[in-house]
Each structure stands twice: as C-alpha cells, then as structure tokens.
C-alpha cells in the first residue's frame, strides 16, 4: 500500500538528493533524476564513482552538495540504503524515500528500522514517477495496482 500523506510530504520539497545515479543510462535512478529536474526540483545526483551525470556536477554523498536537501530520494542498491539513511540522519534530513518498483529495489529493512528507531518514517515503496506531473501511462498504471 502507498504511504499517500508521506509521498505528499515528499514532494512538496524544493530540493532533493537523488541516490543511485549512474553513468549508465537506463537504470531508474537516472529517469527519476530527469523527471524531478523536468518538474522543476532542484535536484542533486549522488554516485561516489562519478564526477558527471548528464552533464550535472555528481556529488560523492549527502553532505558534499552545495546546499542541504530537503528530502533524499534512495535508488540504489538496497545494501547502501543503511549508510545513505545514517548521512541523512547526520544531516537532519526527514524526508527519505527508498525506491521500490518492481521486487525489492532499494528497500532494505535495516536501513527502515534505523529510520523509525531514529523517528522518522520513510517511504518504503513505489517511484516519484507515479505521482511527479506528468505521469506517463505506464507509471499510471503502476499507481493504479500499488
């Protein structure tokens, strides 16, 4: 079930942190990356092994953008989900998203326990493209059947 109210609050955020982006292409931290930056975020990319993405300065982590964000989208794999929740705790960030589309994505349940032992509930499921305007028809669908 989708946490309705927490996405909203999500959202609602003018800055955020992209986790999982990468130099290659089709992966889906890179189109969420694109579709927050279509909509208007201001958005930093996060990838310790890149210097660039499409073109954008890549930041190593959290604390190494040039301004704090409001809300961390997690994209990556699930085994870094722990750590990047810890650098959001660091940086009093409530707002943290673990992707979660098709099977587990970034879910990782010690990195939600670390969240709710810390009072802060995560989003745990779903993709920012099923809500971030416009949404295309198969995210639509998507929603439809989460």
């Not at 999500?10 to 189109?31: C, H, M, Q, T, Y």
Request: net charge neutral; glycine share 6%; with cysteine.
């Amino acid at each position: 079930m989708l946490q309705t109210q927490l996405i909203k609050e999500f959202l609602d955020n003018e800055v955020i942190a992209v986790v999982g982006v990468s130099r290659k292409k089709d992966i889906p931290a890179n189109g969420i990356f694109k579709k927050f930056k279509s909509a208007g975020y201001r958005v930093y990319p996060i990838n310790p092994n890149a210097d660039q993405i499409d073109g954008e300065k890549c930041y190593p982590d959290i604390q190494s953008t040039t301004e704090k964000p409001d809300a961390v989208l997690i994209a990556g794999p699930p085994e870094i989900s722990k750590s990047i929740v810890s650098q959001c705790l660091q940086e009093n960030i409530r707002h943290i998203w673990m992707h979660r589309g098709i099977g587990n994505g970034s879910y990782s349940e010690e990195a939600e326990k670390l969240c709710l032992d810390n009072g802060v509930e995560p989003i745990t499921n779903g993709c920012p493209m099923m809500f971030v305007k416009p949404v295309d028809p198969f995210h639509f669908v998507f929603r439809l059947f989460k």
